[in-house]
């Protein structure tokens, strides 16, 4: 596996179909679903590792979000990643970057009332990877369904020469969405937030925010929103840490 940390060092090979799995590493099964679809498509597989700063509003879920390059680094090698993109921030946004990524449409609402400024981050740093990298696929999850409906958006709206795939919620046995920041939660905690799960199974809202309610959840919201079809969705805090989920209801949600 080739190591890029530059964006001058990512001389990709181009024979073939180059697939794209960006990620903020802290990997875990999810991911790792990611790269088997990306695998099974690519002929050259590109992982990205950044932690963006842009799309954290709060310095100190920035400063926690979890970091081990040397384990990550691991394991996209053993899922066969040929090459890893991982940049520094002064790398993806040198002294003097000014131009910035302002989405409007599927990032209105939901994310963007509780984290302000989030996708303009998302938006910003994906089109500089579609750019930089160049492929012709690249893979998200479903569980980010809002930021999904985004990157589609922003394909759509600017042309970028890239097919946007999709890999379904990946889940714990306990029917909890698997998240790099699960790790946070105490073992009271980690019971607590399987009322997330729950509630979306309900697939109604006034019906989720009583399975909430009575796990002792305030969420932040509770909707169903259109993101690539009518999709039911939560976020939450389960002591400090903010959780989100959702559930499709029907309609396109490929």
Known sequence: MIVARTIGELDLPRHGVVGLVPTM???????LALLAAGRAESDVLVASL????????DTADLAAYPRDFERDAETFEEHGVDVLFAPSGEEMYPPGFATWVEP?????GLESDHRPGH??????VCL??????????AWFG?????QLAVLRQLVRDLNVPVEIRVVDTVRDADGLALSSRNGRLSDRERTQALAIPQ????RDADAARAVLAAAGIEPEYVAVADLDGPTLAVAARVGTTRLIDNIPLGGDAR
């Open 50 to 57: 950044f932690v963006n700063p842009a799309q954290f509003g």
């Open 199 to 202: 509630a979306l199974a309900t």
């Open 25 to 31: 590493g802290a990997l875990h099964d999810g991911h």
């Open 119 to 124: 996708f303009r981050g998302v938006a910003t």
């Open 128 to 137: 500089k990877l579609f750019n930089i990298v160049r492929p012709e696929l």
């Open 142 to 146: 479903r569980k980010d369904a809002q």
């Open 104 to 108: 409007e449409g599927a990032a209105v």
